[in-house]
């Protein structure tokens, strides 16, 4: 009898993260051969965070997971605003932002803890 390691009712996980690497293997691809130049990412490359934390929310199925998610789309917001330098505020100026982005991702989780529906094992009288 095989063990069933990894069990999705719902695809989206893979479908997310499959066009995400699909999507980055092509545009390294192309950039090694000089169809797609390299200063695009220079600046814009924090929307790569910014995508690994959209795909996550989208395949979050627990309330940890939603608050990882939150926190790495916080993150990558952070990383952002200090690589293309806005509002004048560059790595050096901007750290407090990362600290908000961990703080989101905690509210977030707390949040959605307390809408989670909960199992009847896990209910409390």
């Not at 789309?73 to 990362?98: F, P």
């Not at 707390?110 to 529906?117: F, K, R």
């Amino acid at each position: 009898m095989s063990r069933l390691i990894y069990s999705s009712d719902r695809p989206w996980d893979k479908l997310v993260w499959g066009l995400i690497l699909i999507g980055l293997g092509m545009y390294f691809f192309l950039s090694m051969f000089g169809f797609v130049t390299s200063h695009l990412l220079h600046n814009w490359w924090p929307l790569l965070v910014i995508g690994a934390g959209l795909g996550s929310l989208l395949c979050a199925r627990r309330p940890r997971a939603i608050g990882s998610a939150v926190s790495t789309l916080g993150i990558g917001m952070w990383m952002m605003i200090a690589a293309n330098d806005w509002y004048g505020l560059g790595w050096s100026r901007s750290w407090r932002l990362a600290l908000v982005a961990a703080g989101l991702g905690s509210l977030a989780q707390g949040l959605a803890q307390s809408v989670w529906p909960r199992k009847e094992a896990e209910r409390v009288l």
